[in-house]
């Protein structure tokens, strides 16, 4: 059994379809049909539609002339900062560059340096402290007991 809710969905439908039956049916225009249509909106229409676009009225060739010299100088300073953009990315990019390559450069030269194999030398604590016997040459440089240079 139906629902009240889908029994009216129904009709709604039912509806519908009735009124898309009675409708005629048109083509789509196809594009040489709406460029005609454009070709015969008169130059005022184009004009109004210009000015809605602009924000503002253009009445003589001076103010059409100032807001194309306004749209040049915003192209131009629009070109400019998109010049100091890319300069200011491309800077950056390369100072990363830079600084993964002395990183890369810095890991390398520390793992070579581990790499190296050790060598341990143990000298005795004695034979540091006191010359060998008979030996010419003391602690001090070759100065003995009293002090005198050999």
């Not at 070709?39 to 009225?57: C, H, I, K, N, Q």
């Not at 190296?116 to 001090?140: E, G, M, Q």
């Amino acid at each position: 059994m139906m629902s009240d809710h889908e029994m009216g969905a129904s009709e709604d439908l039912a509806a519908w379809l009735k009124d898309v039956g009675r409708r005629k049916w048109r083509p789509p225009q196809s594009i040489e049909s709406n460029q005609s249509n454009r070709a015969t909106e008169s130059s005022e229409d184009l004009f109004r539609y210009l000015e809605e676009l602009v924000g503002r009225e253009l009445r003589t060739r001076e103010d059409i002339r100032r807001y194309f010299d306004e749209l040049s100088v915003e192209n131009l300073e629009a070109g400019r900062t998109h010049r100091r953009r890319q300069i200011v990315k491309d800077t950056v990019l390369l100072l990363c560059l830079l600084t993964a390559y002395i990183q890369y450069n810095f890991l390398d030269v520390t793992l070579q340096i581990a790499r190296l194999p050790t060598t341990l030398i143990f000298v005795p604590l004695d034979a540091r402290i006191a010359p060998a016997p008979n030996s010419r040459h003391a602690r001090w440089g070759g100065a003995d007991q009293a002090g005198r240079v050999s």
